[in-house]
DNA sequence: CCTATCTCAGACAGACTGAAATAT
DNA sequence: CATATTTCAGTCTGTCTGAGATAG
């Protein structure tokens, strides 16, 4: 039994396949209502993944123009889903970051509901919830590192956006 | 320790909402450079969830008119992303289904790449891994009956679709 | 003739851009 | 004056619907 981490993994990458689809599927409906655009879902995505950024940086994320970006904003502000605050270094600028309501619909959208889990979560016997428990909370720790860094080096960014005058 | 179980699970939640938006993340790239439609990316989401269907169908689960709804496969068949096959019961229907591709362009956007996920699994320690293996493996079957059942129900809606004659 | 799907034409919403205006 | 953002005008792409055409 030589490679048994390696058939671990493999079991696991096959059960999150399956688990994930079914937690995601309880946010199929919600799909299936959602009243955005294309373009304003990739801001919330692209919001959620960088933390609060300018207008420029949007833009440059989002791989439109200034114009676009601000306007996108705006939309989403409208929506609830985004607000906008100033930048206390450069009150010129404005950071756009999502509202509590948009990073719930991501959240939901994304990762499906909660509710759905918790109840498969207690079917489970004693030592499998154990086992997940323990696991999982490795795994967090080992990817716990990704969330900072981001915010940081998004206020900074913005630099010589334009090669053209 | 009474309530062992409910820290578990909440345990459990807070590490599953941490864990997953870390492997989610490894899609943010996708999502910008995703080239499709709000209305072609619900699509991909009803097919993935209701599994093959007719037009009408596809028309009722979308809640927008039959000739949208066959335009719309029209569009996601052109993309590769979905086909179209007659129903072997009746031949005046048509059932879209996900192509492997499209499968695999939803199951990205939703659950994100596996590498790093599987890299991340290469950190934990023994125990830890087998822990997640089982407690993955036993939750794989308690929610393992949803992915049947639909299909057939699927086949044979379509009834009485307009109250107003 | 009825049903499922597709084609067509026209209406409509939203996104994008460059240029100009505004704020700091 | 320079920079960040916003407003404006115009264009363009894509969706939706209802009516009619085409298969089974």
Redesign the interface.
Known sequence: MGGC?TE??Q???????????????TS?PL??E?D???AQ??GL??LR?GGPMTISHFAE???VGKPAASMLADGLVRHGLADRADDPVDRRRTLVHLSPRGEDLV?RL??GG?ER??A?????????????????????G???D??CVQVLETIGAGASPSPAG
Do not use: P
């Not at 079991?11 to 599927?25: K, N, S, T």
């Open positions: 981490r671990l993994e079991q696991i990458l096959g059960a999150y396949g399956q688990v994930f689809r079914a937690v995601q599927a199929d799909w299936m959602l955005l655009s294309m879902l990739k995505v692209a993944s994320v989002l791989g959240a994304r990762q909660r889990l918790r498969w979560l207690d079917q489970l016997d004693d030592s499998d919830l154990e086992g997940l428990a323990r696991g999982l909370a490795a795994l967090a080992v990817v716990g990704v969330d």
